[in-house]
């Protein structure tokens, strides 16, 4: 495909919630999450494809009639679908092709495949998953947990944004009906396979022959609400010896999480703190951190953890403060389905295959549905901030290996 035209579509997402940071903020339910709904609607309806919202805020663009498909009878699951996309929302000020690269290509790969005459036996999808980030309520991947049932939806419902807007409240607010929200095993059941492209967040496939490359596995990783809770005072007038400062054990515990990942194999941040009071001249009150760690194995993940608690809990002894550590999400490792894979690869001729430390729907969807995921290029490497990065024309060599995919799967 032509680089011009990936980028004349893409041209058209490009401002809805770009910051001046040159980041993204695109919160789920949120004024840009909207416009880019609405923006997904009318590229459905601009291709004649069957515009849907699941009960989980999911979007979908079918190219399915069954009436107008010629069905192969002999095929395995011939009414089960071909399905692919990502996700609109991002981290705080995100990137731009982190979740839109994956929709943006999916539209443009079921162009390619009706100009070239394709003829599909199943039905090809284009899906928009809402909340993949977490970055608004906390819990990554929320719409395919919900689908798939990993969460459960009393839970959903009640989490926060920072404001202390829930789900619930965020979800009538955008005119979305949260009463429905839960598992949805018979829109699974008729996906044969789900398929994601999505911007590659290393530098593996730089400086070589390849601009796509095919996932292998997804570390198991998780989140943690970590509370240190100590005694504000005044900042001059209190004695050393007399303070219980919970930044202290804070700082101590940003530290730990990166000696204990760095001794295991795996990877720690924090990321994200709240300090109540916040102020310059008293000693915190409070601090609520978010610890993310990954890991290539649970074994080792569990390692970090367990040597983190402990170091954690030790020093908040000896700062007579309180330290409290809550999983807030977890996410098993995943290895993608290896036919689906190697299929993939030698359609692709050989591209390379990655395993990668990022989550992602089609993880938390693989243990429900085959799923497989590829991965387009890019240079710096970043991910999850403003330097994310890809050319036109690796995006659009990114579009001709998804549409010679769905080729191979659905027609
Ligand atoms: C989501 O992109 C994650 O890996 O945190
Ligand atoms: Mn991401
Ligand atoms: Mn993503
Ligand atoms: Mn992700």
């Not at 409240?169 to 789900?194: K, S, T, V, W």
């Not at 020093?315 to 490792?333: C, L, N």
């Amino acid at each position: 495909m032509d680089a011009g035209e990936f980028r004349r579509l893409w041209n058209e997402i490009a401002p809805i919630g770009r910051a001046e940071s040159g980041g993204y903020v695109r919160f789920s339910w949120t004024e840009p999450d909207l416009d880019l709904r609405t923006w997904f609607h009318a590229q459905s309806k601009l291709r004649g494809l069957r515009y849907e919202e699941d009960r989980n805020g999911n979007l979908y663009a079918w190219w399915d009639p069954e009436r107008e498909l010629v069905i192969d009878p002999d095929a395995p699951h011939p009414h089960k679908a071909i399905l692919t996309g990502s996700h609109f929302d991002s981290v705080p000020h995100g990137g731009a092709y982190d979740g839109p690269l994956g929709i943006v290509s999916a539209f443009l790969a079921v162009d390619q495949l009706r100009a070239d005459g394709a003829n599909p036996k199943r039905p090809i999808g284009i899906a928009a998953f809402t909340e993949e980030e977490g970055g608004r309520f906390g819990v990554p991947c929320l719409g395919s947990r919900l689908m798939t049932g990993v969460i459960d939806p009393d839970r959903a419902r009640a989490l926060t944004d920072p404001d202390g807007v829930t789900l619930e409240a965020a979800m009538r607010a955008a005119g979305a009906e949260p009463d429905l929200l839960g598992p949805d095993p018979e829109r699974l059941e008729r996906i044969a396979a789900f398929i994601e492209l999505h911007i590659e967040q290393g530098r593996a496939l730089d400086g070589g022959e390849s601009s796509v490359a095919v996932a292998t596995a997804i570390w198991p990783h998780g989140r943690w609400r970590l509370t240190f809770t100590g005694e504000a005072d005044h900042a001059g007038t209190t004695r050393l010896p007399d303070r219980r400062d919970p930044m202290l054990t804070f700082a101590f515990a940003v530290l730990a999480a990166r000696k204990e990942a760095r001794l295991a194999g795996g990877v720690a941040t924090v990321g994200r703190v709240e300090v109540e009071p916040n102020a310059t001249n008293a000693i915190a009150a409070s601090v609520t951190a978010w610890l993310d760690a990954r890991a290539p194995d649970e074994a080792v993940l569990s390692e970090i953890l367990s040597g983190f608690e402990s170091k954690v809990s030790e020093r908040a002894g000896r700062d007579g403060t309180r330290a409290a550590i809550v999983r807030e999400s977890e996410s098993p490792v995943v290895e993608f389905d290896a036919s689906l894979r190697d299929r993939i690869a030698a359609v692709l001729g050989g591209a390379p295959v990655l395993p990668t430390a990022a989550g992602h729907d089609a993880g938390v969807l693989s243990a429900q549905v085959p799923t497989a995921m590829l991965f387009v290029r890019n240079p710096t490497g970043v991910s999850h901030a403003p330097g994310e990065s890809a050319s036109d024309e690796d995006c659009a060599a990114g579009v001709d290996a998804l549409a010679a995919v769905l080729r191979d799967l659905a027609c």
